[in-house]
């Protein structure tokens, strides 16, 4: 089930802390969870802040929270009937999926065929994903081979690593960059040039960290 745009979701702030508080988390531990600040969710849940669709859809993901319950208040709030309380999935655990290729409808459908692993990282937030880097395009920054951290479902701030979608639909890492107004997305490799967002480009993720493989 789609989730309405956020216009049409009154009270979706109120909904929020009831599944944060169903589970015993505090604010903090509820925000790293999905990768955002307290002080963000403390505004959503007060409903001054607006959560980006992204990130009501990795929510309902992560705690496999009934779409309509979310939206309308009406029905379970959960998928299936089942938990009161319990912990959410851990990093530490299973881990993180290592997405093999990133689809259309991600991050609301992840098809078992798009996760080539899952990895257990240290400090990494629930709701993160990762990828292989490929080529040199963000290098020195980010080298062929490296794994990369990435969160769905936050503005990026100017500078940041997006995961981004080109003129063919594939993911690609790039910094996003605003000059005069206008965005551009820019390799951190000088040897590649930068673009500008068509109206089809997608903003998949921003990237929170890089792993790499040193040997010695």
């Known amino acids: ?30 925000a ?3 990768g955002i600040v307290q002080g963000f969710l403390s505004g959503i849940e007060r409903e001054k802040k607006t959560p980006s669709d992204t990130l009501l859809i990795a929510l309902c993901n992560l705690y496999e929270i009934n779409e309509g319950w979310l939206a309308t208040g009406e029905g379970e709030m959960y998928r299936s009937a089942r938990r009161g309380g319990a912990p ?9 999926p290592v997405l ?11 098809g078992e ?4 692993s899952r990895i257990a990282l240290p400090g990494v937030a629930q709701g ?3 990828i292989v880097a490929y080529g040199e395009f963000m290098a020195p920054t980010i080298r062929d081979g490296d794994l990369v951290i990435f969160r769905p479902g936050e503005e990026p701030d100017n500078g940041s690593v ?24 820019s390799p951190d490799n000088a040897t590649y040039s930068p673009f500008t967002p068509a109206p089809e480009t997608r903003i998949i993720g921003t990237v929170t960290e890089v792993w790499r493989k040193v040997k010695l």
């Open 1 to 30: 089930m789609a989730i309405p745009p956020n216009n049409l979701l009154p009270s979706v702030g109120r909904r929020i802390k009831e599944i944060r508080l169903n589970r015993g988390l505090t604010q903090k531990e509820f």
């Open 113 to 116: 065929d798009e996760i080539r």
């Open 100 to 110: 093999e290729r990133i689809g259309a409808e991600f991050p609301q459908r992840i």
């Open 32 to 34: 790293d969870s999905l």
């Open 128 to 130: 993160c994903y990762a």
């Open 88 to 96: 959410p999935p851990s990093s530490g655990g299973e881990g993180i």
């Open 162 to 185: 997006v995961l981004v979608t080109n003129r063919w639909g594939e993911a690609i890492l790039r910094r996003y960059r605003v000059r005069n107004g206008d965005v551009v997305f």
